[in-house]
Nanobody, 125 residues
Framework: QVQLVESGGGLVQAGGSLRLSCAAS????????MGWFRQAPGQEREFVAG????????YYVDFVKGRFTISRDNAKNTVYLQMNSLKPEDTAVYYC??????????????????WGKGTLVTVSS
C-alpha cells in the first residue's frame, strides 16, 4: 500500500524558510514523478514543484522559481521542498503526490495517482 506522509509545515514570518518532507513507502518509485501541490482556503489545488524519482529534471511553477527547491534522498525514499523567502500568499496546505509518467509529466492534480494528507504552512506578515 502506497503511503506519502508530509511533515515540516508550521507558522513562519514573511521572509522566513521552511523545509517540507514527504516520506514515500509501499512500492518502488523509480518510474514515478513526485510533486508538491498546495491548496489555499477557497482555492483550487495547484502545482508548485515536481521532479522525477530518477534523473535530474525539476519543474517549478513560475511564482516559486528562485525561492523553492525540490530535492530527494533516494536512500530515505524522501522528497523535500525547501521554501525560502516565504510570502503570506504562500499560506496553504501543501500536499505531496506521486504519479507514473513514461513521457513528459503532466502536473495536473487529476493526473496524480497517490496523495499525502498534507501539511499546513502559514506565513504571517
Amino acid at each position: 500500500q502506497v503511503q506519502l506522509v508530509e511533515s515540516g509545515g508550521g507558522l513562519v514570518q514573511a521572509g522566513g524558510s521552511l523545509r517540507l518532507s514527504c516520506a514515500a513507502s509501499g512500492r518502488t518509485f523509480t518510474s514515478y514523478v513526485m510533486g508538491w501541490f498546495r491548496q489555499a482556503p477557497g482555492q483550487e489545488r495547484e502545482f508548485v514543484a515536481g521532479m522525477r524519482w530518477s534523473g535530474d529534471s525539476r519543474y517549478y511553477v513560475d511564482f516559486v522559481k528562485g525561492r523553492f527547491t525540490i530535492s530527494r534522498d533516494n536512500a530515505k525514499n524522501t522528497v523535500y521542498l525547501q521554501m525560502n523567502s516565504l510570502k503570506p500568499e504562500d499560506t496553504a496546505v501543501y500536499y505531496c503526490a506521486a504519479a507514473q509518467f513514461q513521457g513528459a509529466p503532466i502536473w495536473n492534480p487529476l493526473r496524480m495517482d497517490y496523495w499525502g494528507k498534507g501539511t499546513l504552512v502559514t506565513v504571517s506578515s
